[in-house]
């Protein structure tokens, strides 16, 4: 059971990125899954979920410039970044679960310059 995310980078501000996520090991299209990120040391930030039933809830302070969404068929979940900020600098996990109750993926890094 296991969740790999990719897509991170380096880019500069105003940018966009996508990250994706890809899960193994369970049932994907049954899980609400969400998207974290933690800038150290500061405390994990919901960014986004999408249930089962592809309802999807965002932090009111990304100011509808992310997108989550996900594809059953592919067992993937997806975060598109854009008008990237310097303070979106941080590593984005991926989870299972709306609070990340479940496991998580191993991050991957964004910078914004």
């Known amino acids: 059971v296991q969740l790999v995310e990719s897509g991170g980078g380096s880019v500069q501000a105003g940018g966009s990125l996508r990250l994706s996520c890809v899960g193994s090991?369970?049932?994907?299209?049954?899980?609400?899954m969400a998207w974290f990120r933690q800038d150290s040391p500061n405390e994990r930030e919901a960014v986004a979920s999408i249930d089962s039933a592809f309802n999807t809830y965002y932090s009111n302070s990304l100011m509808g410039r992310f997108t989550i969404s996900r594809d059953n068929v592919k067992n993937r979940l997806y975060l598109q970044l854009n008008s990237l900020q310097t303070e979106d600098t941080a590593v984005y996990y991926c989870?299972?679960?709306?609070?990340?109750?479940?496991?998580r993926g191993q991050g991957t890094q964004v910078t914004v310059s």
């Open positions: 989870a299972q679960g709306s609070r990340g109750q479940g496991i």
């Open positions: 090991g369970f049932s994907f299209s049954r899980y609400c």
